[in-house]
């Protein structure tokens, strides 16, 4: 069974940056599109960027863009969101996803997720 477990959330003051990791077990890594999701208080969830199975393809949403970059690391079986120049607005906790059903932000896509990690931009 796929088993994903995020880290690195922190409080961090706006314009600083962060790097959540999401270590994956039970399942190779390559054989899985990897996305990252947010949800703050009170809001839906929310897809903020995927990376294909060979990381060639990432896909951002318009919010992050130019701001967040994901990578992955298949042989070590790891995924990460860099996370640059925060904004309060980007402020929630953070879920990565695993899906072998293609690549795209839709949560229905994914089967298998991490618990979650906090982030939190604030002065």
């Known amino acids: 069974q796929l088993h994903l477990v995020e880290s690195g959330g922190d409080l961090v003051q706006p314009g600083g940056s962060l790097r959540l990791s999401c270590a994956v077990s039970?399942?190779?890594?390559?054989?899985?599109?990897i996305g990252w999701f947010r949800q703050a208080p009170g809001k839906e969830r929310e897809g903020v960027s995927c990376?294909?199975?060979?990381?060639?393809?990432?896909v951002y949403a318009g919010s992050v863009k130019g701001r967040f970059t994901i990578y992955r690391d298949n042989a070590g079986n790891m995924a990460y969101l860099q996370m640059d120049n925060l904004k309060p607005e980007d402020t929630g906790t953070y879920y990565c996803?695993?899906?072998?059903?293609?690549?795209?932000?839709?949560?229905?896509?994914?089967?298998?997720w991490g618990q979650g990690t906090q982030v939190t931009v604030s002065s």
């Open positions: 996803a695993a899906t072998d059903r293609g690549d795209g932000l839709g949560s229905h896509l994914y089967k298998s």
């Open positions: 039970g399942s190779p890594l390559k054989y899985w599109t």
């Open positions: 990376i294909s199975i060979d990381g060639r393809a990432e």
